[in-house]
């Protein structure tokens, strides 16, 4: 079930790439696995994930050292990460996506220090919905957050994220992600520097994300089936 997931989710942003004018390669399907079993995990491995995400800390401690002999997998924060739980995450992620304040530079660099952590990769999360259960730095404060994270040479930023309201139709999602991307487009000319990597777009709604040039594409029910509450 999980390879004919893959499978058709791959054909799905091959066509959107198409339609864009872009290169399917460029995009990355992450695994977005929270509430998954690892052997749930190990049935994406199998079909051809090497991207995969967790939402809280206290769930990826208990899974992903169950999974270290993926060989050649990745993981990425995905979810709102507390200052307290770097200690763990810094170990855990290779990738936290959920940048969203100076404070956590502040503790990523202090926890990274202690454990010998030399880089830790980054995507600064922006919060372009109005609800209040999303996180994120505000478009306003992008420029801030961005200056004072790239001061430090072992926090490489690799680009942007977000995370948009749930809207039945695909369509009406798609500001946010031309938002994300003109936001990107805005850094790197002030920045002088490329920003990669654009993480956007979920289960029913990542081709529109694609088209709008998402790298990484987010992907859980689409992929695994109704989650596992």
Known sequence: ????????IMEEIEKACLRAGRKPEEVKLLAA???RTPDEIREAYRAGVRLFGENRVQEA????PQLKDLEGAQWHMIGHLQTNKVKYAVELFNCIETLDRKELVDEL?????RKGIERMDLLVEVKLSPEESKHGCLPEKVEELLSYTLQFPNL??????TVPPYLENP???RPYFR??????DKMEDIF???FLELSMGMSHDFPVAVEEGATIVRIGTALFGPRNY
């Open 192 to 194: 002088g520097r490329r």
């Open 171 to 173: 369509e009406e999602v």
């Open 33 to 35: 696995t929270k509430t």
């Open 179 to 184: 938002e994300l991307r003109q936001i990107r």
């Open 156 to 161: 490489n930023v690799l680009g942007f994220m």
């Open 61 to 64: 401690r208990e899974k992903i």
């Open 109 to 113: 660099l202090k926890r990274m220090e």
């Open 1 to 8: 079930m999980v390879r004919e997931n893959y499978e058709k």
